[in-house]
Every structure is written in C-alpha cells, then in structure tokens.
C-alpha cells in the first residue's frame, strides 16, 4: 500500500484504518475501492470537513435541508462487504442519498439500479456520479421500497431502516442472490442478509446491530412506553 500523499488522502487511509477495519471490514476488493473512491466530492459542499468522520452527514442539497443524512463510513463500508457482490452481478439499491454507496457498489459489481424517492437528492447523486464518470450505476426517482420493476438482481441494499422486509422485494432476487437491509425500530436495529437458496426459499442471518433513519415512506410507530 503506498503512502498517503496529501492531507485528504491522509484523512482517508485514517477513516480505513481507524473506523473501517475495526468494524470488521477486512475485505481487500472493499478496502481498495474505499481508499480510492474520493468521498468527499459526494458530501455536500458545508460538510466537506466531515467527509471522513464516523457519522451521519446531513444531505443538503442547492442550501435545501432533505432531512436524509449520509450513512457513517463504516456503516457504508459494511453494508457493501455484506452484499457480497461479484464483478458480473446486477445490484439494486433503494435509497441513493448522495450517490457514493451506489458509486461503492459500482466499483465491485457490473451495474447498479439506485431508486430515490427525493427528486433533490436523485438530482445530487447523478450529478456527482456523472462528475466522477461512473457510468455504471442508472439512478431512477421513485418509491422502492416494496420494489422497483420486474427485473431481478443479484443484490439488494435498503439504506434506510424497514420495519421488516417485504416479500416483493425478496422476490426481486436471483436464486443464490443477497438482500442486506437494517430492521427494526430505534433504537434497536438490526442489519441481515437474507439470501435466495430456491424458488420460494429464503435464509436470514443476522449481520450486526446499528440504528439508522427510516427509509424515506416507510410507516414508523411513534408509539412509546
């Protein structure tokens, strides 16, 4: 690995080696991508001194506040690692924010579908994808979170939490391929992994826990004890 050469690249060798590895990130195709993928022409102009800090930048977008944040790092990170992506899958994402976990996703995978319900933030996230010529991710505006077309896909990433997962989804699935999402309600969440093993077969594992906002539509009780 060579030296970093300069103080943004020096930030970002910091957040692999310092947020990313420690949360059990160790896969070298993921790894590399992140050291090279510039994360920082995806944050928001007022943000741009965050751009390697372990949290939740909020997505403003033309000085309008979306109420969407970008997910941490390593959550980011994980989230791509988990999908176990394969340089000939097709993946969908729902939810694009910025557009730098679709870049991430780009980078390990052949093309990438991202939907976002926001036109703001569709319109953000192309612009900056189209800025560093990533010409494999295709953002389209819309809800997805039941869906998105008839095509299926090796994988699937929900970046914004779900009270469960629904089976129209699951169904978008190839056999053999992978659906991550985080479920649950705040401030217990949980990120799975469920696969495709049949037909109408699924398995579910447990990945880790993490507590992120709900999907942009997605119904949330307010109900508290």
Not at 70 to 88: F, H, I, S, V
Not at 105 to 130: G, Y
Not at 181 to 187: C, E, K
Not at 199 to 222: D, M, N, Q, W, Y
Request: proline share 5%; charged share 20%; net charge negative.
């Amino acid at each position: 690995m060579n030296a970093p050469t300069s103080l943004i690249e020096q930030s970002r060798f910091n957040m692999v080696e310092q947020q990313i590895r420690p949360a059990n990130v160790l896969d070298p195709l993921v790894l590399d991508t992140l050291l090279k993928l510039p994360r920082e022409r995806f944050v928001p102009a007022r943000y741009q001194n965050l751009a390697f800090s372990d949290l939740e930048i909020p997505l403003e977008v033309n000085g309008i506040d979306t109420h969407e944040t970008m997910l941490a790092p390593k959550t980011e990170a994980r989230l791509a690692q988990d999908l176990q992506l394969k340089p000939d899958d097709s993946a969908l994402e729902i939810g694009t924010g910025s557009g730098y976990q679709a870049a991430l996703l780009s980078q390990l995978c052949s093309q990438v579908v991202s939907v976002e319900i926001d036109t703001h933030i569709a319109a953000f996230a192309t612009e900056n994808l189209q800025r560093e010529k990533i010409t494999n991710v295709k953002v389209e505006i819309g809800d997805g979170r039941a869906g998105w077309g008839s095509a299926e896909y090796n994988a699937i990433l929900v970046t914004g939490s779900l009270p469960n997962i629904p089976d129209s989804l699951k169904y978008q699935l190839t056999i053999g391929g992978r659906l991550v999402a985080i479920v649950g309600q705040a401030p217990v969440m949980t990120a799975v992994r469920i696969t495709r093993s049949s037909a109408a077969s699924f398995e579910t594992e447990s990945l880790f826990e993490t507590c992120i906002k709900p999907l942009r539509g997605t119904t949330v009780s307010h109900f508290k004890f």
